[in-house]
């Protein structure tokens, strides 16, 4: 079997129609080798830029793909500006969280009347590849959520970018799709951005863990995941929880100075080779001990990959009522212990791997004791 995306069952629910992911603009300091970083080391192509030599004067932005994931990675080329200020607050991180919609108008009105607050009213861009809407609404921290509508465009991303090719050859790791993106908000603000999700744009809550569900000898947080109709848009939220030490998601929010995107999952389908030409190619993974191994067999019944060779990529996995997953966490991507990569294979589960959150949570906890901040 090969691994699915979420249900397509469209409901009634969302205020607006999603259709996924449009792409991932972070913020960085040094756009130029970050985009090295993208694609030699997790297999994605150069697609396009904006800069100087297009016609930009005060940033340059790279946009990477892969199969269906398209980042953008954007620095400011002036000290004063809301980028070089953005970075200098949080250091690397996610910006924009872009949406694909049909009516980025549509979206955005009906976004602010349910109690939205603008990020951006919407406008129009052309250039001879046609017309693009965009507008845009605030999430948590200095986080935004843009909405796209490219249904009259042919370019490579935007107007204003020029299509771009990687000047070496890049390998693809196999990733396909977001499969979700994760915030980390403050102690007792959770709830109050659930909400937002199914007061503005429609979403179910989908699932609610509480410290007991996600806690270690010394840390814990809770989640809620907010998803919207169609499934191919879903949002955990973090909050801290009391615990005898420092939780991560508290660590996350000193070093981000405030809320914002913990960690994003990409799919594959097939992790053992994703994992393994990403470690060849630099990429280091949070370390589970071999131990963890011991009862999956029994915890998780048959499975059909070798298990020999996930406990060699350190690979976790996890089972629910429609099957299972498989998942593993990059370490922090950037200086600060901030933002994280989760690459996971659904074999028919929905769910976010709940059996493996000790095993995390712990090997976070080594990561944290080591930067001194647990
Ligand atoms: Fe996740």
Redesign the pocket.
């Known amino acids: 079997m090969i691994a699915t995306a979420p249900s397509t069952t469209p409901t009634s629910t969302d205020t607006f129609p999603l259709k996924g992911t449009d792409h991932l603009e972070f913020y960085v300091g040094n756009a130029k080798q970050s985009a090295l970083y993208y694609q030699a080391a997790l297999g994605f192509e150069w697609v396009a830029y904006a800069g100087p030599e297009t016609g930009v004067r005060d940033r340059v932005s790279y946009v990477l793909q892969q199969d269906k994931i398209r980042i953008v990675l954007t620095s400011s080329l002036l000290p004063d500006t809301d980028i070089a200020r953005h970075v200098a607050l949080h250091g690397d991180g996610v910006k924009v969280l872009a949406l694909w919609v049909d009516d980025a108008e549509y979206s955005y009105y009906t976004a602010v009347e349910r109690g939205a607050e603008s990020a951006f009213a919407p406008f129009k861009m052309n250039d001879e590849h046609g017309e693009v809407t965009l507008s845009a609404i605030k999430t948590y921290g200095d986080t935004i959520h843009t909405f796209v509508d490219r249904s009259q465009y042919k370019g490579a991303f935007l107007p204003g970018y020029e299509a771009r090719k990687s000047v070496f050859p890049v390998k693809s790791v196999g990733l396909k799709y977001v499969?979700?993106c994760?915030g980390n908000v403050e102690l007792g603000t959770m709830n109050q951005w659930v909400k937002f999700y199914q007061d503005v744009m429609g979403f179910k809550l989908l699932i609610t863990f509480d410290d007991n569900d996600i806690s270690t000898e010394y840390t814990a947080l809770m989640s809620k995941v907010v998803s919207n109709g169609n499934g191919y848009v879903k949002f955990?939220i973090n909050e801290p929880a009391k615990g005898l030490k420092k939780s991560q998601i508290e660590e996350y929010l000193d070093f981000y100075k405030g809320a914002g995107v913990q960690?994003i999952?990409v799919a594959t389908d097939n992790i053992l080779e994703t994992v393994s030409q990403m470690r060849a190619n630099g990429v280091d993974f949070l370390y589970v001990p071999e131990n963890y191994y011991e009862d999956v067999p029994e915890r998780v019944g048959a499975i059909e990959e070798n298990l020999e060779d996930l406990k060699k990529q350190n690979i976790l996995i996890d089972r629910d009522e429609d099957g299972y997953l498989l998942?593993i966490f990059t370490k922090p991507i950037q200086d600060r212990p901030t933002v994280f990569f989760?690459i996971?294979q659904r074999r028919g589960a929905r769910s976010?791997?709940k059996g493996n959150f000790k095993a995390l949570f712990e090997a976070i906890e080594r990561e944290q004791a080591l930067r001194g901040t647990l």
């Open positions: 499969d979700h994760v955990p960690h999952a998942q989760e996971i976010f791997g």
